[in-house]
């Protein structure tokens, strides 16, 4: 069950970037949805809908990188505290 929620939670940010995706592709063919009244308001949205849904998965796969132990040094929350508080002011 904690597998299907998890996989619902990344479900609904992949379906808002893809989106956020077919706004930007309607608005570059001149296609208006219904519900928008003006084409920069959806290529709005479209943008806000995919930097939304990228920025949470990409937030998700850093945070369970950093868990396992495989990020490189400089996305990794300890080293920086340690190269932050070593460096002289």
């Known amino acids: 069950m904690a597998r299907m ?5 990344l479900l609904i940010p992949a379906i808002m970037a893809g989106a ?9 063919y001149g296609k208006l949805n219904s519900p928008i009244p003006w084409l920069w308001l ?4 479209g943008i806000v809908f995919l930097v939304v849904g990228l920025g949470f998965f990409a937030g998700y796969l850093l ?7 495989k990020v490189a040094p400089r996305f ?3 080293s920086n ?5 070593s460096t002289p002011k």
């Not at 959806?42 to 949205?45: A, C, D, L, Y």
């Open 5 to 9: 929620a998890a996989f619902i939670v």
């Open 42 to 45: 959806q290529f709005g949205i």
């Open 76 to 78: 990794d929350k300890k």
């Open 20 to 28: 956020g995706i077919k706004f930007l592709r309607d608005t570059l």
């Open 81 to 85: 505290v340690e190269r932050q508080s």
């Open 63 to 69: 945070n369970r990188d950093r868990k396992n132990g």
